[in-house]
């Protein structure tokens, strides 16, 4: 793990998903606010080898910068950033990363009830088990529709799929 900063940070658990964007602007935004640093947080698997270990941590750095890009527009000169990458499961890494101090800004993207079964979701890991406080960010009202809509489209395939077949 990265060697930091004494006090409190702000903590952003980084996904591109648009719940995971927002996210991520709210935590820049919070981190400037309160004048103190942001830690960018990618965590991500092993699959075995060195080579895929680098392989992960690069593509996991990439992505943090992929997400500022696409969420800020690149890294905001004004605030104080250092990206994170992790091998572990996101929920555990962000709760391992933050302190007590802290704040940890984590987006919630809804699952499909079948998911939810096999898988906890990361936000509601990082409510259960984080020693500082955690914001959940809701989706936003683009991001609820883009899903409704997503799921529209889903069912119509599959009713399409089934008379014609």
Do not use: K
């Amino acid at each position: 793990m990265l060697a930091d900063s004494v006090g409190p940070r702000v903590i952003v658990g980084v996904s591109p998903s648009l719940t995971g964007l927002r996210a991520l602007r709210l935590a820049v935004a919070e981190a400037r606010r309160r004048g103190v640093p942001l830690r960018a947080v990618r965590a991500w698997d092993l699959d075995g080898t060195d080579a895929v270990y680098v392989r992960g941590r690069d593509a996991a750095r990439q992505l943090i910068r992929e997400c500022f890009a696409d969420a800020l527009g690149g890294m905001p000169a004004d605030v104080q950033i250092n990206s994170v990458t992790v091998l572990d499961r996101p929920g555990a890494a962000l709760v391992d990363y933050a302190r007590e101090d802290d704040v940890l800004f984590v987006g919630r993207t809804p699952q499909r009830w079948w998911r939810r079964l096999f898988r906890r979701s990361v936000a509601g890991y990082c409510v259960s088990h984080a020693v500082c406080p955690v914001q959940v960010v809701p989706p936003d009202a683009f991001a609820r529709q883009w899903q409704r809509r997503n799921v529209a489209d889903a069912i119509s395939r599959e009713l399409s799929e089934l008379t014609s077949g």
